[in-house]
């Protein structure tokens, strides 16, 4: 059973510093989402990662994909506070003809000025 | 412009009234899903449908139904909701289904759902 883990839960940083979500994952899989969800609001599309060594930046979000070591990192560069939401990874879960993705539990990040 | 539409957004139910959450898509998508989302589980899938007329279960489907009579509409169903079933709701599409498909969904805007 494909699990898929994300820490930490919650983080509170400051702005104008960096930091790394982490998100793992217990079986092969090669094609990796992230998600960010507002309080309140539906979830936005923020990457598609869909081979070993992707990596893809948008503004000051960059993720990574290392399907070897089932691992990939969001990292935020030079926080703002418009970047405080919440982040889910979601990792394809393919089996037969359909194409589920498995959410991680999500990270809270909460940028202060 | 390019949305998946849920109705109701919000609704305050008691145990036991059968009530219907509606998902439209304007995007021609053929796969479609139903998660739930609760505090400390992320979202888990309830059901899915890769095409009309085909639909299968996900992680947690009981309690609910669904059907896929047209391409665009996928509505959920709870015939006897219960208070286990307050939660948010979000409807998603994709283009296609399998490997075909980079597999994004594209999510509504959320149905919260209190049974009480």
């Known amino acids: 059973e494909l699990k898929v883990e994300q820490n930490p839960l919650f983080l509170s940083m400051q702005e104008g510093k960096n930091y790394t979500i982490y998100c793992n994952y217990s079986?092969?899989?090669?094609?990796l989402y992230w998600y960010r969800q507002d309080p309140g609001k539906s979830l936005e599309s923020l990457f598609v990662l869909l081979s070993n060594g992707a990596v893809k930046q948008e503004g000051r979000l960059m993720a990574s994909l290392d399907t070897k070591a089932r691992l990939s990192t969001l990292h935020i560069t030079a926080a703002v506070h418009d970047l405080s939401a919440t982040y889910f990874c979601?990792?394809?879960?393919?089996?037969?003809?359909?194409?589920?993705?498995?959410f991680g539990t999500g990270t809270l990040l909460a940028v202060q000025p | 412009e390019a949305q998946v539409t849920q109705n109701p957004r919000y609704l305050i139910t008691v145990t036991g009234k059968k009530l219907t959450v509606t998902c439209s898509q304007n995007?021609?998508?053929?796969?479609m899903s139903w998660y739930r989302q609760d505090p400390g589980l992320g979202l888990r899938q309830i059901y899915y449908s890769m095409n009309v007329e085909v639909t299968d279960k996900g992680d947690v489907p009981e309690g609910y139904k669904v059907s896929r009579k047209e391409k665009r509409n996928f509505p959920l169903i709870l015939e006897s909701p219960s208070p286990n079933q307050t939660s948010l709701y979000f409807c998603a599409s994709s283009p296609t289904s399998g490997r075909a498909s980079t597999g994004e969904l594209f999510f509504g805007e959320g149905s919260r759902l209190t049974v009480l």
């Open positions: 995007m021609n998508h053929e796969y």
């Open positions: 979601a990792v394809s879960h393919y089996g037969g003809a359909t194409n589920k993705l498995i």
């Open positions: 079986t092969t899989s090669d094609r």
